[in-house]
């Protein structure tokens, strides 16, 4: 089955994002062996089937993983559900079992460089994280503002707060269930209650085949943050990754995110605009060693020898 993309990315703005990944994939493709090109195959068809039928734009492929944004919720919904659907009823290469974790999340992002960025690209892909093979979950952000759901059946199951690797704030979590599916999970793939991690004691991670060598934010006070892959959201609520205690910074003010040629940063249509060496930001802009952030009042300094 060819792939035929759709004719005009969707703009800049509020979206909604699905991620998808094989739960085991490298256990399946090394048990797997030669059937493994065509057992891949056959979850690429299935699953681009699905997205097309929704009118899903293909972003990015990393591996045995899909990136896939819609111009409205119902339609991100719609697509998971008939993914999932596909995939469960599909015959495997030797009767393999491919089971595909699911995340959906709808926030704004920014188009940049043929893909999207900000900070809730990162949310989509954390709650993607914590799901099952087999499992769609879903933020409050997708369920809040759904309307009729197209899927006969459908219900949302809410399975309470949790804390996801690299998210300061914790996060409502819903599973999505419809006939077809599987429903029965173990608990979310969460953080067991621990205290989250500074943004300096992060590890580099990989997030959407995007791997970016770390970063350092200079504060005026003297704190120095590592800025990794997973990138972070600056802004005066307590909901952000770098929280600035500035009146003049917005509740949620900027996002910088990793792309493959660096760190993005992405005003996150604050009242006093984000600079970059004094230039206001009209667009998302790829930072380069030595840029200077203006956050309201307040400077920072960005290092990245990479």
């Not at 089955?1 to 800049?12: D, E, G, K, N």
């Not at 914590?130 to 979950?137: E, F, T």
């Not at 085949?209 to 350092?216: R, S």
């Not at 120095?224 to 205690?245: E, H, K, P, Q, Y």
Request: charged share 20%.
């Amino acid at each position: 089955m060819a792939f035929v993309p759709p004719t005009t990315p969707p703009a800049s703005g509020e979206l909604a994002l699905l991620f998808t990944d094989i739960e085991g994939s490298t256990q399946l493709a090394q048990a797997l062996g030669p059937q493994w090109p065509a057992t891949l195959r056959l979850h690429r068809e299935l699953s681009r089937a699905a997205f097309q039928q929704y009118d899903g734009h293909e972003v990015d492929t990393a591996g045995d993983g899909f990136f896939v944004v819609f111009v409205d919720r119902e339609r991100a919904v719609g697509a998971a559900i008939a993914a999932q659907r596909a995939l469960t009823a599909a015959s495997w290469p030797t009767d393999a079992t491919v089971r595909v974790r699911m995340g959906l999340h709808h926030g704004h992002v920014e188009s940049y460089d043929g893909g999207y960025v900000g900070y809730e690209v990162h949310r989509a892909a954390r709650i993607t994280a914590a799901a099952h093979g087999g499992q769609v979950l879903a933020s409050d952000a997708i369920v809040r503002g759904l309307q009729v759901p197209r899927e006969q059946g459908l219900a949302a199951v809410d399975l309470g707060q949790h804390r996801l690797k690299d998210l300061r704030a914790p996060e409502q979590l819903f599973q999505l269930k419809a006939p077809g599916i599987e429903t029965a999970f173990p608990p979310v793939r969460a953080l067991a209650g621990a205290e989250l991690v500074s943004a300096a004691d992060l590890p580099t991670t990989t997030l959407g085949g995007v791997e970016v060598a770390p970063a350092v934010l200079g504060l005026p006070d003297g704190r120095r943050l590592m800025l990794t892959s997973s990138g972070l959201r600056i802004g005066r609520v307590t909901r952000n990754d770098l929280v600035l205690a500035d009146p003049s910074v917005s509740r949620h003010h900027c996002a910088i995110s990793a792309t493959k040629r660096g760190f993005v940063v992405t005003d996150l249509q604050s009242t006093h605009g984000t600079h970059v060496n004094d230039d206001r930001l009209e667009a998302s802009r790829l930072l380069v060693d030595g840029d200077v952030l203006r956050v309201g009042d307040t400077k920072i300094s960005f290092t990245w020898p990479g």
